[in-house]
């Protein structure tokens, strides 16, 4: 299923949201001229490579030098390739304005971020001798996800389906949508876990881990409606 739109109304424009798709991908397309050398040294530096802070030695080794954690953030504007770019971006215009409408622009920016850490953290502490970058905006969206999912779960979002190469159109719920998508984590995440041999190369725990903040989180974010004089 391939999501197309959704149908809560938005109210405001969605700067931030804009902003950020803007950032990541106006990086991922510069990143693309850069000999791969320096690509594969970026991805490194700014990437959150779980090894660099549960092994200061090796990462002191690899020529990593302390960051304070700084790639926690800078992780969430970097991207692997033009699927993990399209597929993320494509997620977050479909679901991060509704969220930012109703956090408004400031809170919305906050949560995100926060979101992202937070999910990056689940990701670092659920394998910290991987020695291979941690990059992408997933974990920070999946936490929209998870503030979408409890904010407008009668909202319809549109997906499309392809069927021996003809495209069909269906509304589902995003109740529905985003709690199917939780579940293929979920699955995927532990099958990862229990089985050594089914590995993979998405961040699965940062998406559950984004998804939980999100759904715990949000209500701290959703603007006060000004109570009216009697």
Same mark, same amino acid.
């Given at each position: 299923? =391939?999501?197309?739109?959704d #149908?809560?109304?938005?109210?405001?424009?969605?700067y931030?949201?804009?902003?950020?798709?803007l950032?990541c #991908?106006?990086i991922?397309?510069?990143?693309?001229?850069?000999?791969?050398?320096?690509?594969?040294?970026?991805?490194?530096?700014?990437?959150m490579?779980?090894? &660099?802070?549960a092994?200061?030695?090796w990462? %002191?080794s690899f020529?990593l030098?302390p960051?304070?954690y700084?790639?926690?953030?800078?992780s969430l504007?970097?991207?692997?390739?033009?699927?993990?770019?399209?597929?993320?971006?494509?997620?977050?215009?479909i679901?991060?304005d509704?969220v930012?409408?109703?956090?408004? &622009?400031?809170?919305f920016?906050i949560f995100y971020?926060?979101?992202?850490?937070l @999910? #990056?953290?689940?990701?670092?502490?659920n394998d910290?001798?991987?020695a =291979?970058?941690?990059?992408?905006?997933s974990?920070a969206?999946a936490?929209?996800?998870?503030? %979408?999912?409890?904010?407008?779960?009668q909202?319809k979002?549109?997906?499309?389906?392809?069927i021996l190469f003809?495209?069909?159109?269906?509304?589902?719920p995003?109740?529905?949508?985003l /709690?199917?998508w939780?579940?293929m984590?979920m699955?995927? @995440?532990?099958t990862s876990?229990?089985?050594?041999?089914?590995t993979?190369?998405i961040a699965?725990? @940062?998406h559950?881990g984004?998804f939980?903040? /999100?759904a715990?989180?949000h209500p701290?974010?959703?603007k &006060?409606?000004?109570?009216?004089p009697?």
């Amino acid at each position: 299923m =391939i999501p197309i739109r959704d #149908t809560a109304p938005c109210h405001s424009r969605a700067y931030v949201t804009w902003t950020i798709m803007l950032i990541c #991908t106006l990086i991922f397309i510069a990143m693309q001229f850069l000999q791969h050398g320096l690509q594969r040294q970026i991805l490194y530096f700014y990437g959150m490579v779980p090894i &660099r802070y549960a092994d200061p030695q090796w990462a %002191y080794s690899f020529g990593l030098p302390p960051d304070g954690y700084l790639s926690f953030v800078t992780s969430l504007f970097l991207h692997s390739d033009w699927y993990h770019i399209i597929s993320n971006m494509i997620f977050m215009w479909i679901f991060a304005d509704n969220v930012e409408d109703a956090m408004g &622009r400031w809170r919305f920016l906050i949560f995100y971020l926060l979101c992202g850490i937070l @999910a #990056t953290y689940l990701q670092w502490w659920n394998d910290p001798r991987l020695a =291979i970058p941690v990059v992408g905006a997933s974990g920070a969206i999946a936490g929209v996800l998870g503030a %979408y999912f409890f904010l407008f779960p009668q909202a319809k979002v549109i997906v499309l389906i392809p069927i021996l190469f003809y495209p069909l159109l269906f509304d589902v719920p995003a109740i529905a949508f985003l /709690g199917f998508w939780v579940i293929m984590q979920m699955e995927k @995440a532990s099958t990862s876990t229990f089985f050594a041999e089914a590995t993979t190369n998405i961040a699965l725990w @940062a998406h559950l881990g984004g998804f939980i903040a /999100g759904a715990v989180l949000h209500p701290l974010f959703i603007k &006060r409606k000004k109570a009216l004089p009697e």
